[in-house]
């Protein structure tokens, strides 16, 4: 059932953009893709440093478990005593 001219279905245009082995950071401010290792358990966003745990459905298809808490809860605190330091500078 395709079609045989130029126009294409939008779930055929949409084929192209899919990234299978890769998941999005869940951080809303990055939600950039990140590639984890064939079978890793872990995976950290090269963008904002964010630390994810996996779980893979198949081999070739990676899904994110949750946060690795003691990692982005570190994240959260330097950020949060730059934004202290500055204010502080503020005043």
């Known amino acids: 059932m395709g079609h045989t001219g130029e126009k294409q279905s939008a779930a055929e245009s949409l084929r192209k953009t899919r ?3 890769k998941v999005r950071c869940h951080n809303p401010s990055c939600m950039g893709r990140i590639t984890p290792a064939p079978g890793a ?3 950290r966003c090269p963008t ?3 630390e994810y745990r996996l779980i893979w459905v198949n081999e070739t298809l990676p899904r994110i478990r949750g946060p690795v808490w003691e ?3 570190k994240i959260a605190q330097q950020a949060w005593a730059r934004r202290q330091a500055a204010a502080k500078e503020v005043k």
């Open 71 to 73: 990692t982005n809860r």
């Open 48 to 50: 904002c440093g964010m």
């Open 19 to 21: 990234t299978f082995g």
């Open 41 to 43: 358990q872990r995976v």
